[in-house]
């Protein structure tokens, strides 16, 4: 009896649950000892970890409601979630509370609302739609290339005004999936044209707007810095307020120049400078889970760099543990998406974990350095409100498609050609 309500509870792939209750832990473990900073502000030794775990818990609920609806009624979704995240994009750019110089947040019953993380999962929800209504024996036709850059052409600029970097992990996950989905060769590759351009314009554009603190003239006086703030253009000032935060994020990146130990500026450079010495201090087996002393310098050491503190305390296996739970994910999902018989679930599956592996990814390589700050979470790892629970409902539906998509036979199994390739039957 008790087995039988455990499997009614647990359904869907045994090996993403497992992949998914590992990070829950970790999560727990980890969220918990870096969260020092907030301790010491809040005065309570366990309400950060229990804030944590209860959204932990109300994510896991989320996921098992999203896991028992039937893949096929995501699609009427789509243009519900579409509407959703433009007006919600726009509410938070002109009501949102700043966080770190950008508007990315708005508070509904005292929580805090990332309207993003919705917008993320919508435009793959979109792209899957339109990849799989319109695939054909031979690819793509050539007019979905047009209706998913229509789509991005909605939803991405509203993303980047506030934060460039989501915006540009979310295109990538995009990109591939029009490989996946066999998009015509020549159109992606005039996109990478185009986006190589647009990319060279906006680097120029942020150098050129931006200031970087670092660099300022300590003679000069506030007045002549804020006239010179004051002759910018407005409209170009407001596409690019945070011109000086992007400048700081690429100086430092792009700065090649080796600095000796102990001319390190560790109140200029104090997130990327503790970073590495938590990295340093791990001697590769780790001090062992709660011992981490970086955690109480490390700025969101709980949330963005969350991984600098896991390498710290778990030392190098455990980071390769973490990693491999994210590598193991995508390809467990890729698993998936090969047995379904339609496009749809296929695609939708693999853009879910293609978002979530990317940015895990991405966040790792900020942690060590290989990659500029950009303040991208570890998902279902760092602690966070609107972000563990949508990435909870990310993993619902891939244990929906994976419960509920129908499979291939087992002749089309044997079949060389990929899932992806197959023509919708319905």
């Keep these: 009896m008790i087995n039988k309500t455990l499997g009614n509870i647990f359904k869907g792939d045994k090996v993403i649950w497992m992949v998914f209750f590992f990070l829950c832990i970790i999560s727990v473990v980890e969220v918990f000892s870096a969260s020092s900073e907030l301790t010491y502000k809040g005065g309570n030794y366990w309400a950060p970890v229990l804030k944590h775990i209860a959204i932990l818990i109300m994510g896991i609920f989320c996921m098992v409601v999203t896991l028992n609806i039937k893949c096929r009624y995501f699609k009427i979704m789509t243009p519900f979630l579409l509407v959703i995240s433009a007006l919600t994009l726009v509410w938070v750019y002109f009501a949102g509370q700043s966080t770190n110089g950008a508007q990315r947040w708005v ?31 031979n690819g793509a036709d050539r007019q979905a290339f047009k209706f998913i850059l229509w789509v991005c ?47 060279v314009f906006v680097l120029t554009m942020v150098m050129i707007m931006g200031t970087d603190k670092a660099e300022q003239n300590p003679d000069s006086t506030l007045t002549e810095q804020t006239e010179t703030k004051a002759e910018e253009p407005g409209m170009l000032s407001k596409l690019f307020h945070r011109a ?24 200029k450079d104090a997130q990327v400078a503790h970073a590495n010495i938590a990295i340093a201090s791990s001697n590769i087996i780790g001090r062992g889970p709660g011992n981490s002393v970086e955690r109480d310098f490390l700025s969101q050491a709980f949330s963005d760099f969350i991984y600098a503190i896991i390498i710290e305390e778990m030392g190098i296996f455990g980071a390769f543990f973490v990693a491999m739970l994210y590598i193991i994910l995508l390809f467990r999902t890729g698993k998936i998406a090969n047995r379904c018989e339609n496009n749809f679930p ?23 350095g290989l990659a500029p700050v950009t303040g991208q979470p570890l998902p279902l790892v760092s602690k966070g409100g609107t972000s563990t629970i949508i990435n909870c409902i990310y993993i619902g539906a891939i244990l929906s498609i994976s419960r509920s ?11 060389d050609a990929p899932a992806m390739a197959v023509a919708e039957q319905r």
Excluded: H, Y
């Excluded at 990332?114 to 054909?136: C, F, N, R, Y």
């Excluded at 120049?257 to 001319?263: F, G, H, I, R």
């Excluded at 693999?350 to 390589?365: D, H, I, K, P, S």
């Design 346 to 368: 296929a695609f939708l599956a693999m853009g879910l974990a293609l978002l979530l592996v990317t940015q895990a990814l991405f966040n790792m390589c900020v942690a060590v």
């Design 153 to 199: 052409a909605i939803i991405v600029p509203l993303i980047m005004l506030e934060n460039l970097s989501t915006a540009a992990l979310l295109c990538a996950v995009i990109f591939m999936m029009m490989v996946l989905g066999r998009v015509p060769a020549r159109q992606l590759g005039r996109l990478l044209g185009v986006v190589a351009l647009t990319v």
């Design 405 to 415: 998509a129908q499979k291939r036979t087992s002749g089309d199994e044997s079949s």
């Design 107 to 137: 508070s509904i019953v005292g929580m805090q609302f990332q309207p993003s993380e919705i917008a993320k999962g919508t435009m793959v929800l979109a792209t899957a739609q339109i990849l799989s209504a319109m695939q054909g024996v």
């Design 244 to 267: 000086d935060t992007w400048k700081s994020r690429i100086d430092k990146f792009i700065d090649g120049k080796e600095v000796a130990p102990e001319d390190v500026d560790l109140d």
